[in-house]
């Protein structure tokens, strides 16, 4: 699965670099070289959400001896690219520069982020003058722990569910199934409060006490402490997952909106890489020798 489309010890560049295939998707999104048939489904998103929700209706899950859906495994997210851009982008050659990305947005059609005027104004502004906090070895957030490079691990214990991922130093979060309340509203954490339930066969985790100070993606998308993010994990077979997630920040966004990829099953035996991350890491010192400032989230209007 991801051996065929990133190796586990592709680097973040490199991963930029082979994103030029993408520029080859057809428009409708049938499948290709650079992005096959996902579960019998097409390989972009808008086209993936509702055939991969049809197909999980007839699919019967996999069980723990709770009842509960197996979700354990180690998941790869190719169709999400890294999260290098989570709308449409063209690319850009030259050194550092990412290639085309597709959008995993599916509401709105357009396959854009609703924000404000001034927060599409500080997007744009994000990405030429901050250094993208991931790229500084700091925690990824919610959702972008789902879709980043490389793979997570799902394990799912008696009252909690664990995703531990590859990347990034093996960022981590804990999702609590067991009916707790949400932390007080003063609390900020960079992966959050996650608090779960099931729906059927769907996990349903909701995600508030974010403090902002992550980017979804390396294009600089960007949301306030007030965001609430909802996901959806259900299985469409045996190897793949739909993953579906809601973002609600009234403060950055003129309305809610929804991205969706596929996780997809790791080969049997593959095993997570040690990384440090931040042992030897001199990224953020070259991008603040180019000029590029520490983010330290959004700057609101006066």
Known sequence: MTRRWLKAGVSAGVAAAGAVALAT?????????ARPVVAGCPSV???FHPCALAKAKAFTPPRLPDGTPDLQGIWAAPLAQGFQNIE?????TGPGEFGPAVTVIVDPADGKVPYHPWARAQKEENVTAYIDPY???LPTGVPRQMGNFRTRQITQLKDAISIVN?????????????????LGRAIKLWMGDSLGRWEGNTLVIETTNLNGRWWYDSGGHFASDALRVVERLTMVDADTIHYQATMEDPQVYTRPWTMVFPLQREEAGYEHLEEACHEGDRDAGHFQLAGFKLYQGPRFPK
């Open 25 to 33: 998707v057809p428009a409708m999104g049938q499948a290709s070289k």
């Open 88 to 92: 449409d982008y063209p690319g850009k």
């Open 45 to 47: 998103s808008a086209q």
């Open 135 to 137: 790229a500084q070895c």
């Open 166 to 182: 590859e990347a990034g130093g093996h960022i981590f979060r804990v999702v609590h199934m067991d009916g707790r309340p949400h």
